[in-house]
């Protein structure tokens, strides 16, 4: 499993849930050299393109990243791993969510056979109040066991 936790936090960090979150600036900050953000002004900072700094080939869906204790990314570039938020605002429910991705994953992958359509686009994202693919993401599902587990 240790692999698939890899997967979903890749997964997290490439398309992350919620993209951009909204501040109200406490204090004056320097954001530019020629802008100052006022105090009291709504930031809505991108949650999307912080995953893709710092990390060494960002555009590349790698769950090595993750898992490779030679290269401990998740520990060198934890500052740009904000889907769930950090510091003091860090989402309270981060490791439920994984994990239940996780679960999702590992049971998806072993009952469903499943194939998408690749299209022109089909990778490029288009903001909605989440990402979504700019295709629609057609997948085509199929039954891989002989009957569904019952929980």
């Known amino acids: 499993m240790k692999y698939t936790q890899a997967v979903a936090r890749e997964v997290v960090r490439y398309r992350p849930p919620a ?20 105090r ?8 999307y393109e912080s995953s893709f700094q710092g ?3 960002p555009d590349a869906f790698d769950p090595e990243r993750f898992f490779s204790e030679a290269r401990r990314e ?23 969510a994984l994990n239940h991705l996780v679960l999702f994953l590992a049971l998806f992958v072993s009952v469903v056979d ?3 359509d690749r299209t022109d ?3 490029d994202p288009v903001y909605m109040p989440t990402i979504v ?17 019952s929980f």
């Open 19 to 38: 993209t951009l979150v909204p501040h109200i600036a406490a204090e004056p900050f320097q954001l530019t050299e020629w802008y100052t953000v006022p």
């Open 40 to 47: 009291g002004a709504i930031v809505f900072p991108s949650l």
């Open 55 to 57: 990390f060494p080939a």
């Open 74 to 96: 998740d520990v060198a570039y934890k500052r740009n791993f904000l889907a769930f938020g950090a510091g003091a605002h860090q989402c309270v429910g981060q490791r439920y």
């Open 114 to 116: 499943f194939k998408r």
């Open 121 to 123: 686009g089909c990778d």
């Open 133 to 149: 693919p700019r295709d629609g993401c057609a997948v085509y599902l199929q039954q891989s066991c002989a009957r569904f587990p």
